[in-house]
């Protein structure tokens, strides 16, 4: 590697979880039922994922019990070829779980163990941080502010990263139980003022309006603050990309047939900063992030539907190329 080269190219941080799934439409959590699992997951774990097999250099941060299931989300992080080396494993607490159900019309409603498992204990000595801040881009998500200890590391890293010239991705992912917490309400906070390339969804963008429409929302974010790129995500109806003094882009979403759409915004962020660290052009990289995000939902499992740029480039071309 050339000296002139920062060691990773993404560098991620967070919760690691065993993910179990309904079978069925429908099921409850009140009754028994059948769910598939264990899968490895935790949106930055889905994010790295499809960083990693877009060939980009991904390392993690996070903590996983001496368990079956911390076995089973470090045997898929390493396949990926992403850095485990800030990967603890907590002897004393188990490794996060998740648990999903599909209402009839198609939400979702989960059940976690984080706050009382290794995902909630995530620490990382000084050298370890030094050796994680050499890299292009820190990507934080937004479920990942919920706990002291991972706010904490998250802050030190970011200001490490920001000192070594590297910059900061942030997808908020807010949800109204997280922003009761105050402590995780002012990290999302700090992240969006603190990001240079920000990742809302629709529902993200209109916590953070002043009751104006959503380009004046994104304008007045893109004047206020250091971030220079916002991605909309805008689910089925693809995703739209705002610069300063530039015409919005817009790309299409791919349509598929949708099996578990659990993790496709967190595969439409990997293959994005993939495709910005590699270099490719904004327009290219938002074809291959949509391309990502539908190629998600057509598996069942939060990791199961990462794909390398191979299979992208099949999907689009199997819609005729750019859209």
Known sequence: MSADLPRFDIVTAGELLAEFVAERPGQRFDVPGRFQGPFPSGAPAIFASQAARMGARVAYAGCVGSDGFGDLILDRLSAD????????????????????RYRDDGDRDFIFNLTHSAAARLDVDDAGLERLADCRYLHVMGSSLSSPAAIALI????????????????????????????????AVLTRIDDCNVFLPSEADLAWLSHGEPEAETVARLLDERRMSLVVLKRAARGSEAFTSGH??????AYPVDEHDPTGAGDCFGGALMAALAAGESLERA??????????????????????????????????????
Not at 167 to 173: A, E, H, K, L
Not at 247 to 252: L, S
């Open 286 to 323: 938002l074809q291959l992030a949509s391309a990502a995000g539908a190629h998600a939902v057509t598996r069942v499992g939060p990791m199961e539907g990462c794909s390398d740029r191979a299979t992208l480039d099949a999907l689009i071309a199997s819609h005729g190329g750019a859209r």
């Open 247 to 252: 015409a919005p882009r817009r790309v299409a």
């Open 155 to 186: 802050d030190r890293l970011a200001t490490r990263v920001r000192a070594r010239g590297g910059r900061i991705s942030f997808d908020p992912n807010i949800r109204a139980e997280l922003m009761a917490d105050p402590a995780t309400r002012a």
């Open 81 to 100: 070829g992403i850095d485990t080396a800030a990967v603890g494993r907590d002897a004393e607490y188990p490794t996060g779980t998740a648990f999903v």
